[in-house]
T-cell receptor, first 115, second 111 residues
């Protein structure tokens, strides 16, 4: 039973390029969450998605960031026109339909470096 | 809003020493509480959890008790090993939709 799969593990982009981060949830999970971890900090919630729906994007920056979770295929976190401050580890988590007792299962993360 | 305050590190201990990492929380409801561990270059793994007051979560020799009266969920282990070296995150979730994480405590155990 594969866990949450994220790719790529490492991504290097130059300023102004686009970064696309992919996340395949655990089998049977239909809820995906994206978090960002800046150096020396904890994880900060970005967005929560179900298939074809954004449920909560209260943690997403207003510009350049977008996320989707299509009916088929992985969830994508897209960062347009990257800047150095976007350098961070981006973690995806998945869960079955959430409730207060549910657990989120995390992928190994994508480490984005912006040159 | 909900938040977690975690003991700052880094923490360095000798093998077989006693470990405590403090965690306190603020929440409007009755959250579930978690400890996650992150080994170098890896994602977060759930270490233990507690879903209601006075519950004790335990795993791999680690324990934490959900204390509603002190709004705390301190992580303890009686005898640490070198393999326990990692970053430990305290987290809470009231709804299951969004987790709130502490800033993490880096633990290094030396032989």
């Amino acid at each position: 039973n594969a866990g949450v799969m994220q790719n790529p593990r490492h991504l290097v982009r130059r300023r102004g390029q686009e970064a696309r981060l992919r996340c395949s949830p655990m089998k049977g999970h239909s809820h995906v969450y994206w978090y960002r971890q800046l150096p020396e900090e904890g994880l900060k919630f970005m967005v929560y998605l179900q298939k074809e729906n954004i449920i909560d994007e209260s943690g997403m920056p207003k510009e350049r960031f977008s996320a989707e979770f299509p009916k088929e295929g992985p969830s994508i976190l897209r960062i347009q026109q990257v800047v150095r401050g976007d350098s961070a580890a981006y973690f995806c988590a998945s869960s079955p339909p959430p409730g207060a007792k549910n657990i989120q299962y995390f992928g190994a993360g994508t480490r984005l470096s912006v040159l | 809003g909900d938040s977690v305050t975690q003991m700052e590190g880094p923490v360095t201990l000798s093998e077989e020493a006693f470990l405590t990492i403090n965690c306190t929380y603020t929440a409007t409801g009755y959250p579930s509480l978690f400890w996650y561990v992150q080994y170098p270059g890896e994602g977060l793994q759930l270490l233990l959890k507690a879903t209601k007051a006075d519950d004790k979560g335990s795993n791999k020799g680690f324990e934490a008790t959900y204390r509603k009266e002190t709004t705390s969920f301190h992580l303890e282990k009686g005898s640490v090993q070198v393999s326990d070296s990692a970053v430990y995150f305290c987290a809470l979730s009231s709804t299951g939709n969004q987790f709130y994480f502490g800033t993490g405590t880096s633990l290094t155990v030396i032989p």
